[in-house]
Structures are given as C-alpha cells and as structure tokens.
C-alpha cells in the first residue's frame, strides 16, 4: 500500500503549537509591578496608582546622577578619597571597581567590591562610597526605580594622588 502524503502530521503541528502556547500563558501571566495601574473609584472616577516594587535595574532609561553632575562626583572622590600609606609604601597603583545601588530615595546601599588592588585602596574605595551623599535617582517608563551602579575608581601616585 501506499501511504498517503496529503495528510498534515498533526503530531507535529501540535508539538510546534505546545512552546508558543506556554509562552504566551507565562507572558500574560506576569505581573508588571512598578507601573501605573488605572483604578476605578466607587464614584465612576478614575485614576492611577504606582505599584510598589523592590526590583534592582541594571539598565535604566534615565541613569542615576550625582548632585552637581559628573564633575561633582570626581570632585568628591579627589576630596574624600585618602591614598592608603601601604600602597603608596608598595607603589600600588591600578583601578577599584566597585557596585553599589542607588535606591529610590537616592541613598547609596550595598557597596560591594567588583576587583580589587589591594594595599588598603580597596577598603578605601568602598569607605569613600559608603559615605556619598543621595543621588537623584534613575527612572524607568517615567518612574523612580532602584538602579545598580558600576564605577572604576582609579588609584595613581603623582601630583595627583587620585583620580577618578
């Protein structure tokens, strides 16, 4: 007999169909916290509340910014960065990198070394950090969110002993 090769494998077809679908229902399913939700009052008026939401953005539409720009940041890095006597005993020099989070209110929260130099510039780095005042924070569609930060903190001996 011969088979007949007309007939769609509806095996096939089907398999294909099952990721589409699941893909949808956990696409429709999600809960998109940090945004305005339109709200029907019991008067027929209708307004917007912002959904609280703890999430941490590493890409943002409108990046944390320090107060008085990027000038004022290196200028409150050479005013309040020391450079640790053992590394300049040693002659370390080289680059801190550092991540740390900007919130919502602007605090600075959970500085963590990335790399270090050693000698002491590292402890150095993450004090200097610690003690930053508030940003303006990031936005996101329009909306303060928490934004993680990645900054490179140069150590260099010389007329200038830190750059930033």
């Known amino acids: 007999m011969k088979a007949n090769n ?28 940090g945004y305005d939700e339109k709200v029907v009052l019991e008067n027929g008026e ?19 910014s320090f107060p008085g720009g990027m000038e004022a940041w290196n200028e409150f890095l050479m005013n309040h960065l020391k450079y640790p006597e053992q590394a300049k005993e040693m002659g370390i020099e080289g680059t801190v990198y550092v991540v740390f989070e900007i919130r919502k ?23 200097v950090i610690k003690e930053s005042p508030n940003w303006t924070p990031g936005k996101q569609r329009g909306h303060i969110v928490n934004v993680r930060m990645r900054v490179p903190i140069k150590f260099k001996l010389g007329d200038k002993e830190v750059i930033a």
């Open 6 to 33: 007309s007939t769609p494998n509806y095996k096939s077809s089907l398999l294909t169909a099952l990721p589409l679908m699941g893909l949808m229902i956990v696409f429709l399913s999600c809960d998109f916290q």
């Open 46 to 64: 209708v307004t917007s509340k912002t959904i609280e939401t703890n999430e941490i953005f590493d890409i943002v539409e409108e990046s944390p």
């Open 105 to 127: 209110d602007g605090s600075v929260e959970n500085a963590e070394l990335i790399r270090g130099i050693g000698a002491g510039c590292d402890e150095e780095a993450l004090r």
